[in-house]
């Protein structure tokens, strides 16, 4: 049996940020695996079709739709996510926000680097940090959480 390794799920809408992301972790920390998802609203349903949770979500603040704070507060109101860690990053050094994101429940806040040199920099700590040196709660994908992402309908069961 080949265990996968551990995976960061990244929650931004800036395609260029993705893309830079991928680009920095490649290069500093090619042995994390990363899933990227354009908004909130995607970011429960990748957790919800899950085979494996997230070891760390980085996720923005700023996002149309459903915000980085409003996700962050669903991840916590739900039983089986309540444990995921995430890392804001945003390009935001908004004091409020950075409360707001605490008080929410997240581990970290990050603001956004400015050179890919820099990002580079923080994907290869980040990843040694969370999935290295940090030992984390068993987190548990076997029950359903009973959260519906707005615009899907509930599945109905026998």
Same mark, same amino acid.
């Given at each position: 049996m080949t265990l996968l390794s551990p995976l960061i799920l990244v /929650? #931004?809408? #800036?395609?260029? #940020?993705? +893309?830079m992301l991928g680009q920095a972790f490649e290069e500093? !920390?090619?042995?994390?695996?990363? !899933?990227? /998802?354009?908004d909130g609203t995607k970011?429960?349903?990748f957790l919800l079709e899950a085979t494996q949770f997230p070891a760390l979500i +980085?996720?923005?603040?700023n996002m149309p739709g459903m915000n980085g704070i409003e996700v962050l507060s669903k991840l916590r109101a739900t039983p089986q996510w309540k444990k995921l860690p995430v890392v804001i990053l945003s =390009?935001?050094?908004?004091?409020e926000q950075i409360n707001m994101a605490y008080q929410e429940g997240a581990n970290s806040y990050? =603001?956004?680097?400015?050179t890919f040199e820099d990002l580079a920099h923080m994907a290869g700590i980040l990843c040694s940090y969370?999935?290295?040196l940090v030992k984390q709660p068993t987190l548990k994908n076997s029950? /359903?959480?009973?959260i519906i992402p707005p615009g899907s309908r509930p599945m109905k069961t026998s």
């Open positions: /929650v #931004d809408d #800036d395609d260029d #940020d993705r +893309l500093k !920390a090619s042995e994390c695996r990363l !899933a990227f /998802v354009s970011c429960l349903e +980085l996720m923005d603040l =390009t935001s050094n908004s004091q990050i =603001t956004k680097p400015n969370w999935l290295n029950l /359903v959480p009973q």
